[in-house]
């Protein structure tokens, strides 16, 4: 039988002003670049880079009031023409299941654009000059949590590849490994070996019985 309980691990929760993620929203209309200009004046590293599923979530419910305008929140992302990749500006990739609209495949990589975090809750592209809100983030140690359901006796399956492969303790520790990488969608500990197993959005098929294994099953992007 099938176990589901839920777990929340906060592995860095920030204290100011009582936010869990350090973002600070512009709330005045202006380009990408004077957005980036102004994050920069107030300490942070530029416009902010929303990675995880827990951060996209904190950000679409603190840019609510914002994004009811109709107008959109410059990020941390970007395309870059001569590469033809859109890339967060600590270099990372996105991940595979980011809520694209339209999908990036389809930018126009003649010009170079700023992702933002549009007035849909989706990620799309615009040109640094159009006037819209933005938020502001370290790109540095960013914070972050894990929020999803425990499968016990059950393990992955239809595997294709794995983000990695780790010695660990306990099942927590494999779970705060899965919350450290913001690609992480599933971890598996494995008890009889004290291994956790990470894996990326698309990376398995199901799940079958195995009492060796408990499983992390993160929240995605909603």
Known sequence: ????????VLL???QGKGELFDFHIISSRQSSSDGEMLCQSLGYDGLAIINAPEMFTYAIRITVALRATGHGLYLGLR?????????????TFPAQDLPWKPNPQSWDFTY??????????YYRALSNEEKKYAV???HENLPTEAFGTTILG???TGISSSLS???????LECVLLCGQDHRCRVAEFKIDFLTCMTLGPGSYESFSVNVQS????RKGFT
């Not at 492969?165 to 099942?171: G, I």
């Not at 408990?214 to 099953?217: C, Q």
């Open 12 to 14: 860095v929760f920030k």
């Open 154 to 156: 059950q393990q992955p």
């Open 112 to 121: 170079n654009h700023y992702g933002i975090l549009s007035h849909t809750g």
């Open 165 to 171: 492969v780790t010695k660990v303790l306990s099942y």
């Open 1 to 8: 039988m099938q176990v589901a309980i839920f777990v929340l």
């Open 79 to 91: 395309n870059k023409s001569d590469t033809n990749l859109v890339n967060w500006d600590d270099g």
């Open 214 to 217: 408990k499983t992390f099953v």
């Open 136 to 138: 502001c983030g370290n």
